[in-house]
């Protein structure tokens, strides 16, 4: 079968780790040319290098920073076609506690890191044939978790930035988003090195068991692909039955 990103010019944020690298790994293979962006420097460059991507350190809150990236990536590749955001940070904290700096950064990070983004790119997707945009969201924005206030509101956010740029961007440009459940990365570290907590967790998942980063990577790619050719501004929770359960 052929590749199904052959010809693709895919930036991904939040690559040096997780879902981020295991959608640039996914994609990779499926014959996309890749640039990736993280905070983490030396984590980002050892997945480029592995990948024969080109890496970039880079905090996609700093809209400056981004700018500059975008603009790098988007000439190393001689084009951008789609975008994967999913860099992003979690603080769980109840209300009352959380400060409002922590508020600050997740919405910093976690809903203007994919505006800033999507706003760099922008003209080198509108120059694309066709274009996706993949946000990676949170079931945090389907339904409310104690102690999410902040990362729910940021995720809130997102999904719905991401509808209305369908609206805004279509016919040529596509843009959806995922929302995954609990997830094996470095995010939730402390949920599944934890026996405890992580029974926990998977008894509330239908599916019984905590999902992986390449659950997510394989729906980004089918946001990537003409697989979703018509499907735009939607949100495809990508956990086990835990939104709904
Ligand atoms: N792991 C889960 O269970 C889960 C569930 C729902 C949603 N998510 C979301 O999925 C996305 C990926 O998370 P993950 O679980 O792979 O986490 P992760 O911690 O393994 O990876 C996140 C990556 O984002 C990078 N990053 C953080 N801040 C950044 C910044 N300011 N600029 C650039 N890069 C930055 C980190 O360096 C890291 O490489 C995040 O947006 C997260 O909120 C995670």
């Known amino acids: 079968m052929a590749a199904r990103l052959h010809g693709r ?3 991904v944020t939040g690559a040096a780790s997780g879902m981020g690298r295991a959608i640039a790994e996914m994609f990779g293979a499926e014959g996309a040319a890749l640039a990736l962006l993280d905070l983490n420097d030396d984590g980002v460059q050892a997945v480029a290098s592995e990948l024969g991507a080109v890496g970039y350190a880079c905090d996609v809150s700093d809209r400056l920073a981004v700018n500059a990236v975008v603009a790098k990536s988007g000439a190393a590749l001689g084009g951008i076609d789609g975008v994967v955001n999913a860099a992003g940070i979690l603080n769980i904290k109840p209300f009352g506690e959380l400060e409002p700096e922590n508020w600050d950064r997740m919405l910093a990070i976690n809903l203007t890191g994919p505006f800033n983004i999507v706003y760099a790119a922008l003209p080198m997707l509108r120059a694309a044939e066709k274009a996706t945009i ?3 969201a949170s079931t945090s924005a389907l339904m409310p978790m104690a102690g999410t206030t902040g990362y729910s509101a940021s995720k809130a956010g997102l999904a719905m930035f991401t509808k ?6 279509g016919p040529n ?7 995954p459940g609990v997830i094996k990365t470095e995010m939730t570290r402390y949920l599944w090195e934890n026996t405890e907590h992580t029974e926990r967790a998977v008894d509330r998942v239908a599916l019984k068991r905590l999902g992986l980063p390449q659950d ?3 729906a980004a790619l089918f946001f990537s692909t003409e697989d ?3 499907t735009t501004g939607t949100e495809l929770p990508v956990d086990g039955g835990f939104s709904w359960a």
């Open 9 to 11: 010019r895919i930036l």
């Open 134 to 136: 993949v946000n990676i």
């Open 164 to 169: 209305c740029l369908g609206f805004d961007l």
């Open 173 to 179: 440009i596509r843009a959806n988003s995922i929302c």
């Open 216 to 218: 997510v990577a394989k």
């Open 228 to 230: 979703s050719g018509f």
